[in-house]
């Protein structure tokens, strides 16, 4: 990962501290690694009663793969964000805030610097939808609130030149990969395969999924 953008993520998280799918059987055989991603191939995947291309199911995938990597972080990052404001109500002046602020940001970077290090451009951009789904906020509005505005700004200016912009939000019912990634968490929930954390604005998966199958059979017509 870039150095801005790994910084960025750094500051991210140490700021949070205080197609409907079926016949998706896994079978464990040869790997692929591309772009930074290990993906394990699905024999079959469907999307509102429509199969992938091959090419389709690999983006699909590499989609997943991405979602089981950042997710962990976006959970933790829901988590942190809550502890540190009941923390922050409970402090009766603006010196005792910075203080303990500042303890929980070298925390937090001492426990998330290797791991962000890692985080490909792509996988950063799905955070950055991830955490918006469990927060209820933009990372923008995060680090306006915990910064300052002006920091905001410039580091999402910095963010842009990488292809991450922190005000993007998460938007299932707008964007067609927001869609797909709440069917991967959906299915990984039921599976074990991720601790489930109710987001800011829970979905109705069924909903969804209906909403998708009605707007592809529109766009047949």
Do not use: C
Not at 111 to 134: A, M, P, V
Not at 147 to 152: D, L, P, R, T, Y
Request: glycine letters at 2%; aromatic letters at 12%.
């Amino acid at each position: 990962m870039n150095k801005p953008v790994y910084l960025f993520l750094l500051l991210l998280v140490s700021l949070f501290s205080s197609a409907q799918v079926t016949n998706d059987s896994i079978v464990k055989r040869e790997v692929v690694i591309e772009d930074g991603d290990t993906i394990v191939p699905l024999e079959e995947v469907v999307v509102y009663r429509q199969k992938f291309s091959a090419a389709e199911k690999k983006e699909y995938l590499l989609l997943q793969n991405r979602v089981y990597k950042v997710y962990p972080f976006a959970r933790v990052a829901a988590e942190r964000l809550t502890v540190l404001n009941k923390n922050m109500d409970k402090m009766k002046t603006n010196r005792e805030r910075k203080k303990y602020f500042k303890i929980v940001e070298d925390y937090m970077e001492n426990e998330f610097t290797g791991q962000l290090k890692k985080l490909s451009r792509k996988q950063g951009q799905i955070l950055i939808k991830l955490i918006h789904r469990q927060t209820g906020f933009t990372t923008f509005e995060l680090i306006k609130d915990y910064k300052s505005g002006w920091k905001a700004f410039w580091s999402n200016n910095t963010a842009k030149l990488f292809d991450i912009n922190l005000k993007t939000k998460y938007e299932p019912y707008v964007v067609n990969e927001d869609f797909l990634i709440e069917t991967i968490l959906d299915r990984a929930f039921v599976r074990g395969r991720l601790v489930p954390q109710t987001p800011a604005k829970p979905v109705d998966i069924d909903e969804l999924y209906e909403f998708w199958e009605k707007k592809a059979a529109s766009l047949k017509k």
